[in-house]
């Protein structure tokens, strides 16, 4: 019996291909395979997952892109053949020292692609991201009153408890909540050390899209059973770190701080602030 082909789950990227005019699929061709490379090792599951991907996106890219993610591939020695192969390049040298290979995922371009991609892809960005640091879980009454607005049906409490307890812009935990997939609230809920029992709840109550499936809530809570708390917590870092950035370049001050930054790019000295100098006190202000 001829073996059936394997279906790359790819059909789902197709409708984000081009968002604002920007086709994404580069990008995330590049982000997958730095994400994936950053791992000296993997398992089968992992591997056929980003073959399946990798192949679906291979023809889809310019050439210079593929020939980004060739090198990218021979340098790392547990390549799959599979993907050198639609490449058309070379077997990865079996030489190469794990620690020769250097990622260049970009926080915010991780951060778009997690939002953007499909539910097989964000399950590939979480299993391959590497950990760095331990995950800190939030305190019982955080999690108690993040619950509590779950189950009141207040996503806009929900929301604004979740930005506060993971550091994130509110935008962003805006975003966290209205994700109709899901994946997002799970990430969110590992990191913040929440129980299963108390995510199925809050799956169940906050979003009826996702709460009316129980096939869905299933795929979620079995999502969070795969995720290590680890990944989860790195994932909430790369969020934070975009609040991090926005505040230390924003400067709500200035009616035209847009125009600004943009200038400040060109020309960083021409932004700087001038150096505030302290008037000599009077005779009559000293103290006695």
């Not at 990218?72 to 490449?87: G, I, K």
Request: net charge positive; with cysteine; proline share 8%.
């Amino acid at each position: 019996m001829a073996k059936a082909p394997v279906s790359t789950p790819i059909d789902g990227l197709l409708d984000l291909a081009c968002r604002d005019g920007v086709d994404i699929r580069p990008t995330l061709l590049r982000v997958l395979t730095d994400l994936y490379v950053q791992k000296p090792v993997h398992t089968t599951e992992e591997e056929t997952q980003y073959v399946e991907l990798a192949s679906g996106l291979i023809d889809m890219v310019d050439d210079a892109t593929r020939a980004t993610i060739t090198a990218t591939l021979r340098s790392y020695p547990a390549a799959p053949q599979a993907v050198l192969r639609r490449l058309g390049a070379a077997p990865a040298p079996v030489s190469a020292p794990p620690a020769a290979v250097k990622a260049t995922v970009k926080p915010d371009d991780l951060t778009e692609l997690f939002f953007s991609a499909s539910s097989d892809e964000r399950r590939l960005i979480l299993r391959n991201l590497v950990p760095d640091g331990t995950a800190q879980p939030a305190a019982a009454d955080v999690l108690a009153r993040i619950e509590a607005a779950a189950l009141q049906r207040n996503p806009t409490q929900f929301a604004r408890l979740l930005a506060a307890a993971l550091g994130v812009a509110p935008a962003l935990a805006e975003r966290i909540v209205a994700d109709g997939s899901g994946e997002p609230l799970v990430v969110a809920a590992k990191a913040l050390g929440m129980s299963a029992a108390a995510l199925q709840r809050v799956l169940l109550f906050l979003d009826p899209a996702i709460g009316q499936s129980i096939r869905r809530v299933y795929d979620l809570a079995q999502l969070f059973d795969e995720i290590t708390p680890q990944a989860a917590a790195q994932m909430s870092a790369i969020w934070r770190g975009q609040l991090a950035r926005r505040t230390r370049t924003h400067e709500p001050t200035h009616w035209d701080d847009e125009r600004r930054s943009a200038r400040s790019f060109a020309n960083p000295r021409s932004h700087a602030r001038p150096t505030r100098t302290t008037a000599p006190a009077r005779k009559n202000d000293r103290t006695s």
